[in-house]
């Protein structure tokens, strides 16, 4: 069994930073891409930032520049550095990978239960 764990949300004031971590844990053979998304009250979820296993990265418009997407495969951990954050950052983030259980198996995709993000103004 696979589990995706975030942590690092929290309050912060705008113009200020976070760090936010997504842990993999579980029976795991390969993590190919990961994605950070968030959801805030009453707008559909958005796809934040994604890696891929091979290093390529995309970032939404309205991040780019101010967030920045980083893996450590050693660790299964993937992080989103936030920096700049703005009130309209405020959302529930929540971390997307697909995984494989086993080298025969097709990946599957998990996601964790998400982390609180405030930006105050």
């Known amino acids: 069994q696979v589990q995706l764990v975030e942590s690092g949300g929290g309050l912060v004031q705008a113009g200020g930073s976070l760090r936010l971590s997504c842990a993999a844990s579980?029976?795991?053979?390969?993590?190919?891409?990961v994605g950070w998304y968030r959801q805030a009250p009453g707008k559909q979820r958005e796809l934040v930032a994604v890696?891929?296993?091979?290093?390529?990265?995309n970032y939404a418009d309205s991040v780019k520049g101010r967030f920045t997407i980083s893996r450590d495969n050693a660790k299964n951990t993937v992080y989103l550095q936030m920096n700049s954050l703005k009130p309209e950052d405020t959302a529930v983030y929540y971390c997307?990978?697909?995984?494989?259980?086993?080298?025969?198996?097709?990946?599957?995709?998990?996601w964790g239960q998400g982390t609180q993000v405030t930006v105050s103004s």
């Open positions: 997307n990978a697909k995984i494989k259980s086993r080298a025969w198996l097709g990946e599957f995709d998990y």
């Open positions: 890696i891929s296993n091979g290093g390529f990265i």
């Open positions: 579980g029976t795991i053979f390969s993590i190919n891409a």
